[in-house]
């Protein structure tokens, strides 16, 4: 585990607002705890899935919609290297961690 000093610790500016998401609540809960040395969240650690698979997970579905099928299998290649695979539900798509093998 990597400690995390007090001056390094980020968090976006929305976390700052009158009602944080509680991603922002877990994210500054857990960069405290790293500064005490403790891993206060090992079995959270895969619940939320990154801001940024989720936009490419929604890229991914809009190409679904328009049938840019090339463009769909890319995301989902690039999702998958960053360690989710899509699971497509009729509520829409659904990021997983991939399996450990």
Same mark, same amino acid.
């Given at each position: 585990?990597?400690?995390?000093?007090?001056?390094?610790?980020?968090?976006?500016?929305?976390?700052?607002? !009158?009602?944080?998401?509680?991603?922002?609540?877990? *994210?500054? #809960?857990? &960069?405290?705890?790293?500064?005490? =040395?403790?891993?206060?969240?090992?079995?959270?650690?895969?619940?939320?899935?990154?801001?940024?698979?989720?936009?490419?997970?929604?890229?991914?579905?809009?190409? !679904?919609?328009?049938?840019?099928?090339?463009?769909? *299998?890319? #995301?989902? &290649?690039?999702?998958?290297?960053? =360690?989710?695979?899509?699971?497509?539900?009729?509520?829409?798509?659904?990021?997983?961690?991939?399996?450990?093998?």
């Amino acid at each position: 585990m990597q400690r995390t000093e007090a001056r390094d610790m980020e968090l976006p500016a929305n976390c700052f607002s !009158r009602y944080p998401t509680i991603r922002c609540i877990l *994210d500054g #809960l857990q &960069q405290a705890s790293s500064v005490l =040395g403790l891993d206060l969240f090992p079995s959270t650690r895969d619940l939320f899935v990154a801001p940024e698979l989720t936009e490419l997970a929604q890229r991914r579905e809009q190409a !679904r919609q328009t049938k840019n099928w090339k463009e769909a *299998d890319r #995301l989902r &290649q690039e999702i998958l290297t960053r =360690g989710y695979v899509v699971e497509d539900t009729p509520q829409g798509p659904r990021l997983l961690p991939k399996a450990s093998s």
